[in-house]
């Protein structure tokens, strides 16, 4: 019976062990490339004596992500099977992290293997809408300045919510490993700028909440959230950050003489163009899994919430064949100078065009508040949320130009929205199933 039990256990963790081969396999012949070179290079110059005099100089002189650097540094200068590994490992734990995070109520039997296969399936493919950036800037370089700080958010928010949240700490190695995995993840995320955006409005969300609700916040959250203004004052002070932004507005002309309404608009364009016309498989599936999913909770009565897939994928297609010329028109209204940089005549047709998707989306969300209820309801909107605003942000970086890495977070949120829809969905259908069978 023992047996049986331990196979079964081990049966479930098959797509988390074929999805960590497949990440080997396709890394297995990779070198190091751009910016990876250049920090294995960096201490073997004579411009510094140690890692110490480098961190100190990069923090004056270019960027404030000092933790980040120093674990490039130390990467790239092991033996590449190391960095592969833990690359591969990384992707593995954000499937398994994802599906022990975003857990339903419903039971069934194979559940495990079934949300498991989901959330590898979902990493795979948000492991290829990064791959230009990955493969472009560093295999090692972008993964730990994106891929791992959506790792490390999870695992952040996932000891959140299972040991502070539930109070499960009962040992002193308890204590110190989840108190050291909390403080650490936390650093890392805010060393990112994106990231310190996404912790800071995570905390004054769970803060404001639970003091409406008047509900006890453990001191801890009190602290964490203390440090989070701490990572945003090294950030926001460093001489290195505001000396990078003014040699990368050298490549965007007019770009420090740009208001605050245009850069938002810029990164709008960007948001809206990433949807229309880049051919984006995760932007596209997100749309797509929305609308289904809004089709089946509401008994297949409403498909209002397929328009903006529909409208999407057929621009998209029209983009890439250029039918009609169009992707000239697109790129032209969809521009790096902002959306409201085109002619008036288009800006209105497109502008029409996002009102309706727009409209569809939060229709959709309201539908699922109706049909799912608040909760689910509210972590894909404030996930969605998380997303866009990132993505808006962009704008205000002179390397928007370049705007590939940039959009990870985004893809990220979009993977987390799409496994909370296809699993509940699929849960719940299985769960409704079973139940019959057994009446």
Known sequence: MNTKIEKSKFIQYIPFIVLFLIFIIIQINLKPVADDIWFYNI??????????????GRYYNWSSRLIIEMNIIFLVNLPDIIWKSLNSLIFVLIAYLTSKFFKNKYSFKNKNIIN?????????ILFFVSYHAISTCGWITVPLNYIWIIFFLLLHFYLLKEYISKE???????????????????????????????????YLLLISYNLIKKNRIHNIIYLLGFLILIMGSISFFSPGNHARSLVEARYFPGFSEFGVLTKVDIGLSSLFRLFIADNNLIALLFLLVFGIYNYFISKKTRII???????????????????????NLVFKVNSNLGFFSGELNQILIFGILYLI???CLIYGLFNIYQHRGLKISCTITILLFLGFINSILIGFAPSSTSRGRMFIFLFGFLYFVIY???????????????????S
């Open 420 to 438: 909370i829809l296809i699993s509940d969905l699929i849960d719940s259908k299985m769960n409704f199933k079973e139940l019959n069978n057994k």
């Open 357 to 359: 998707i727009l409209i």
């Open 43 to 56: 201490l073997r110059t004579n411009q510094y004596d140690n890692i110490i005099e480098f961190l100190i």
């Open 168 to 202: 499960k700490l009962k040992t002193k190695s308890q204590n110190i490993i989840v108190y050291f995995l909390l403080f650490y993840s936390l650093i890392y995320v805010c060393n990112h700028e994106q990231g310190l955006i996404i912790f800071f409005i995570i």
């Open 116 to 124: 498991y296969s989901i959330a590898s399936i979902l990493v795979l």
């Open 305 to 327: 919430c397929l328009i903006p897939f529909i409208s999407c994928f057929i621009l998209n297609l029209l983009v890439y064949f250029n039918i009609f010329n169009i992707s």
